[in-house]
């Protein structure tokens, strides 16, 4: 009853939810790690800051490297008899499942040191990959509805907002119920975590579709120098479509911002602001609240606005957050105020940041989703895999140039390791200071970057509903010749490719003799 290819089916409410439990992943499986084993491999595992960042960064980019050939392994998989019974996508959410136990042994005190917990993050970050790179595609096959894919992605939003405040509750009662410091409280909040996890995963499964083997132009790949080759051909190719291009230099940029303040996030909160990590997740749970609720404004506004007014808005509301953050923070630094002020800012400051947040995040997902099809009218071929490894790949890359500079941040101002002790250790001023440096350029500069840089994207609903129109008229059988003009003009401003160099007729991507330019 779980294996739904190829069959169209009506998506519903139930879908919507099923598919939306996929968002748990963004919010929950990274926030708490992300934002807490550099800190947890510092203060209670006797590794240098330098060290356990060096495990988070590492990981990383070699899950950059890991993920074009996931996504490549996904888009062909329908060549292998497991492809074929359990879909090619959704058979690496089954994949994932079992990998979601290194979340919870990430934190546990061992002596194999760097090499163990390097290791396991390696084995969580392959999961998430497997995971996420192939859930973003599902919202392409299921359906080619504009709207409907909006809805889907607006519901994976949500969803990710109610795991953010579950996790902000989550670390608030596992701090305040078993101490601030230990291994115990994290090796708890981690095996929750991972549960809601492998829970969410499954639920998607179940709840979702793709296109079958014979929807899917089937590729054959002799040899593993020709397969090599051809997936590094095709993930270069994908970076030739203009509008790719144009929406990831914005993405890039908004990712970078916000991998800068997952690395940093909980050493600012304890060293420069002066806050509990329990008062911390507590004071978070009001921002949460209104990120579940304030998607659907920014899903409004963008159907209501298009894309610039809200995307503009986001970013510098962001940066906007930061620099906030860090005018409170620089006062607890400098003695002005206590740490009473910022525990009474920063749930304020915060509330206004999630609305920020949830704009950035949720805005670019939908022209992203577009990108497999403007690709299908220069290729005549469905790579939505290839699509999300690439992006994936970048997204991997700065994660980790940010997790990199955060490592060489907290090796050159002088902060102390411990084992256990942490409680009893003073910083020295150089590690606030520092911080806050870290902050305001990598989070609030990336992100003004990031808003100037959307001014290229101009990709709107009628014209996602023309695109598609014209490549559905091409494969079913269209002469190119009997474009209208207007449609001409937007297959060209979409693509970068003169309308007779598209549908095939372009050496774009791995040739395969089995795909026919269109006539």
Known sequence: MFNKLGKKRKITFWTRLGFGMGGMLNSGALTFTHSYMVMFLSTECGLSGAEAAAVAAAAVYLNAFLAPVLGFIADNFYSTAVGRKFGRRRFWLLIAIPMMIAEPLIFTVTPFGFPYYLFLYIVYNIAYTFASSNLAPLTIEMTDDYEERTYLTGFKHIFGNVSGFAMAALVGFGFGLFGETGPQPYFIIASINASIMVVSLIIVYCSTWERGPEEVAQEKIEGVGQAVKKLVVDVLSTFRNRS??????????????????????????????????????????????????????????????????????????????????????????????????GMIAYPIIFGIWKFFYVGFQYLLDVPLNYMPDIDELITLRRREGIYSAAQKFVDQIVSAFATSAWAFVLGVCGFIKSSGNSADIVQPISVPVSICAFMLIGCAGCFIVACILGKTIHIEKEQCDMLCAEVKRVKEGGLMSDVEPEVKELCEELSGFKYEECFGHNNVGYQEDSIQAAA
């Open 244 to 341: 790719f291009r144009k929406v990831l230099a914005p993405y890039a940029f908004m990712k970078l911002a916000a991998a800068c303040w997952s690395a940093c996030l909980s050493f600012f909160i304890v060293y420069s602001l002066g806050i509990a990590k329990s008062y911390e997740a507590v004071m978070e749970m009001p921002g949460k609240i209104i990120a579940i609720v304030c998607t659907v404004v920014w899903v409004a506004w963008m159907a209501k606005k298009g894309f610039h007014q809200p995307w503009y808005v986001s970013t510098l509301g962001a940066a906007a957050c930061i620099i906030a953050y860090n005018v409170f923070a620089a006062g607890h630094i400098m003695g002005i105020s206590d740490a009473a002020v």
